[in-house]
């Protein structure tokens, strides 16, 4: 395998991760969530768990299967910061499900959600991996749940009635995937499973889809589906452009009071402290004498 092939096999691993890096920022430099579907990082992650699964059964790429795996630590990573900048009461707003599915306030809740669901697809593989009916079945249930990966995002966004909160970055990565793997036939993206087109890189969402040259029409199908929902997330940036701006207006506002906040309420320790060391007569002890030349 040339370099070529070795670098677009390394790209390809990281690339659908890193697609996810700009919310992941975005999160932590705003410290505020709101916006952003936790169900999102669900599908990826139990899509992904099914997809690596699914390779003990059929080797697919192993560029694909580091994919998966680097993409199940990235939604883990990337679920805990939504978790822990979710505003304190999004609990009494979250949707309603039994047993507050994938809605839970503790993080320890998802990671042993997942862990159930290893153990259970690991037992499920080591009685049923004889039979190619059922290992098929696994690559075409990863299949289905990533095709529905948009759609979580795509409601939330319907009941704000705004899109703040979500990156265009991934919704472009979702698009250009989608209209790549749904408008390119895959004889062009495909070239040889020792040489590794460079044109799959750009498709975050669709390397799995092209594992093999001759795609049925349910592949096309999904990718027609996925593609329709990104443009209805196009649309929604357009229709409720006018909310997501007084949205995020109003989030940067309450930041900005919030930075104040604590500034003042340091000034206003600060000055007790000089009140009470003047009510005491002036003396200072070694103490405070060491405090203040700290805060000096």
């Avoid at 370099?3 to 690339?15: D, E, I, N, T, Y």
């Avoid at 169900?39 to 099914?50: E, K, R």
């Amino acid at each position: 395998m040339g370099f070529l092939s070795v670098l677009a096999g390394v790209l390809m691993a990281v690339g659908p991760p890193l697609a996810y890096a700009d919310q992941y920022v975005s999160i932590c430099r705003k410290h505020d969530s709101r916006g952003f579907s936790l169900d999102v990082p669900g599908v990826l992650i139990v899509a992904n768990v099914t997809r690596a699964i699914y390779w003990l059964g059929d080797h697919f790429q192993t560029y694909l299967l580091i994919q998966s795996l680097l993409m199940i630590t990235t939604q883990f990573g990337l679920l805990y910061v939504c978790l822990l900048y979710r505003p304190g009461d999004w609990t009494e707003h979250r949707p309603r499900r039994i047993g507050n599915l994938w809605q839970w306030s503790h993080f320890a809740a998802y990671l042993e959600f997942t862990a159930i669901l290893i153990v259970g697809h690991s037992a499920a593989f080591l009685a049923l991996h004889r039979f190619d009916a059922y290992v098929q079945l696994l690559g075409f249930l990863a299949l289905g749940l990533e095709a529905t990966l948009p759609i979580p995002q795509l409601l939330a966004n319907y009941e704000a009635k705004s899109t703040a909160g979500f990156r265009m970055t991934v919704l472009a990565g979702w698009a250009i995937g989608d209209a790549v793997k749904t408008c390119v036939p895959s004889s062009l993206l495909f070239f040889d499973l020792e040489d590794l087109a460079l044109t799959l890189v750009l498709a975050p969402r669709s390397v799995y889809f092209f594992v093999t040259p001759d795609n049925g029409l349910q592949f096309k199908l999904c990718s027609v589906f996925q593609l329709s929902v990104d443009l209805m997330l196009c649309a929604q940036t357009f229709l409720y452009r006018e909310q997501t701006a007084r949205d995020l207006a109003e989030r940067a506002e309450l930041a900005q009071h919030r930075g104040v906040a604590g500034t003042e309420a340091l000034l206003h320790a600060d000055h007790e402290r000089e009140r009470e060391r003047g009510r005491g007569g002036g003396g200072e002890t070694d103490e405070e004498a060491e405090l203040e030349t700290v805060r000096k």
